[in-house]
């Protein structure tokens, strides 16, 4: 037996991704783990709209917003999805026979410069540390199946050599890349009215760790203080900085909303509809911003942003407000 298949109803020719990373979303693609967590959650006919609360924490951090996950303990409850620590302590492709054999995934750090769905922006250009979750693994036809930022697809040949080492001789340098495993054996599927429930319950608590004070307003005060530094080290220092700090907030904002919107139409009887406006506003705004930053920094010219962060942040403010009063 070569071929190991953990979803084997999974396909990358015509595999539709769910509408969070549909077109008309504002940020398309979040980041790459809470990515891979949505698909994986579609495939297995799960909504992952239903799990997003945990984004009411996204928090400034300084030198960038909370790189946001789906909270592991709200997988295991909302949908007996499991994910514990892999512990790498023999060759990944090893791992990844015995685990996809036995039916469970492996998420793991990869590197984008082999992932051809990549093609256009890392792809053989760019050493980047990535996620992507594995689901097929044929070892005889050198072919995976994985899934990764927005969708699923597949890799073969040296891309495949190179993802699991295969030609690379002992280096006691090398240090095993960070993996999880994935157990969907257990899944649950809860009645609409249970999951709701659940998930307000479960907002609640998120909601009791939100800011102690308005991120978006200390964002603002260090992007002024941060510009010219910004301009002075150029635009691939930016994008690395915007991804850090402008699109996780922008993302965090934008599923918040999803999944708030998702609560008053799984029958909540609660009122979001408001506080999704303003975190939906919050993130076309940071959209926004990001773009006009961009051009600052090419062009080294001054940008005052503070119309656009005093804009943003009386929509968090509004938006948290709007949220806490609807919960029970």
Same mark, same amino acid.
């Given at each position: 037996?070569?071929?190991?298949?953990?979803?084997?109803?999974?396909?990358?020719?015509?595999?539709? &991704?769910?509408?969070?990373?549909g077109d $008309?979303?504002?940020?398309?693609?979040?980041?790459?783990? *809470?990515?891979?967590?949505?698909?994986?959650?579609?495939?297995?006919?799960?909504?992952? !709209?239903?799990?997003?609360?945990?984004?009411?924490?996204?928090?400034?951090?300084?030198?960038?917003?909370?790189?946001?996950?789906?909270?592991? #303990?709200?997988?295991?409850?909302?949908?007996?999805?499991?994910?514990?620590?892999?512990?790498?302590?023999?060759?990944? @492709?090893?791992?990844?026979?015995?685990?996809?054999?036995?039916?469970?995934?492996?998420?793991?750090?990869?590197?984008?410069?082999? @992932?051809?769905?990549?093609?256009?922006?890392?792809?053989?250009?760019?050493? *980047?540390?990535?996620?992507?979750?594995?689901?097929?693994?044929?070892?005889? !036809?050198?072919?995976?199946?994985?899934?990764?930022?927005?969708?699923?697809?597949?890799?073969?040949?040296?891309?495949?050599?190179?993802?699991?080492?295969?030609?690379?001789?002992?280096?006691?340098?090398? @240090?095993?890349?960070?993996? #999880?495993?994935?157990?969907?054996?257990?899944?649950?599927?809860?009645?609409?009215?249970?999951?709701?429930?659940?998930?307000?319950?479960?907002?609640?608590?998120?909601?009791?760790?939100?800011? /102690?004070?308005?991120?978006?307003?200390?964002?603002?005060?260090?992007?002024a203080a941060?510009?010219?530094?910004?301009?002075?080290?150029g635009l691939?220092?930016?994008?690395?900085?915007?991804?850090?700090? $402008?699109?996780?907030?922008?993302?965090?904002?934008?599923?918040?909303?999803?999944?708030?919107?998702?609560? $008053?139409?799984?029958? /909540? &009887?609660?009122?979001?509809? &408001?506080?999704?406006?303003?975190? $939906?506003?919050?993130?076309?705004?940071?959209?926004?911003?990001?773009?006009?930053?961009?051009?600052?920094?090419?062009?080294?010219?001054?940008?005052?942003?503070?119309?656009?962060?005093?804009?943003?942040?009386?929509?968090?403010?509004?938006?948290?407000?709007?949220?806490?009063?609807?919960?029970?």
């Open positions: 037996m070569t071929r190991y298949q953990a979803l084997p109803n999974v396909r990358a020719q015509g595999y539709q &991704r769910h509408s969070l990373h $008309t979303q504002i940020w398309i693609e979040k980041n790459c783990y *809470v990515d891979v967590v949505i698909e994986l959650l579609h495939a297995l006919q799960l909504e992952p !709209a239903a799990i997003m609360g945990s984004c009411v924490t996204v928090d400034f951090e300084g030198d960038g917003f909370t790189f946001f996950k789906p909270a592991h #303990e709200d997988l295991r409850a909302f949908f007996g999805v499991d994910f514990q620590e892999l512990n790498v302590w023999r060759p990944l @492709l090893d791992h990844a026979r015995e685990h996809l054999g036995a039916g469970k995934l492996i998420s793991t750090e990869a590197d984008a410069y082999f @992932l051809p769905d990549t093609s256009g922006t890392d792809y053989r250009r760019n050493h *980047v540390k990535t996620t992507i979750i594995m689901a097929d693994l044929d070892v005889s !036809a050198r072919h995976l199946g994985y899934f990764h930022n927005a969708s699923y697809f597949e890799l073969a040949g040296e891309d495949f050599e190179q993802i699991f080492r295969l030609n690379a001789g002992p280096d006691p340098t090398f @240090l095993p890349l960070f993996a #999880e495993l994935i157990r969907v054996d257990r899944v649950v599927r809860h009645s609409r009215g249970a999951l709701t429930k659940l998930a307000l319950a479960r907002l609640s608590e998120h909601a009791a760790r939100k800011p /102690a004070s308005n991120p978006v307003e200390r964002f603002g005060a260090r992007f941060e510009l010219p530094d910004l301009q002075e080290k691939a220092h930016y994008h690395a900085w915007a991804f850090s700090t $402008t699109r996780q907030v922008g993302a965090a904002m934008e599923l918040l909303a999803a999944h708030l919107t998702w609560l $008053t139409e799984a029958g /909540a &009887r609660r009122d979001f509809e &408001r506080a999704s406006d303003h975190f $939906t506003r919050l993130s076309q705004g940071a959209k926004t911003f990001i773009l006009k930053a961009a051009r600052s920094v090419s062009a080294g010219k001054p940008l005052d942003a503070r119309p656009m962060f005093d804009e943003m942040a009386k929509d968090w403010d509004h938006g948290m407000t709007a949220l806490v009063a609807g919960l029970p």
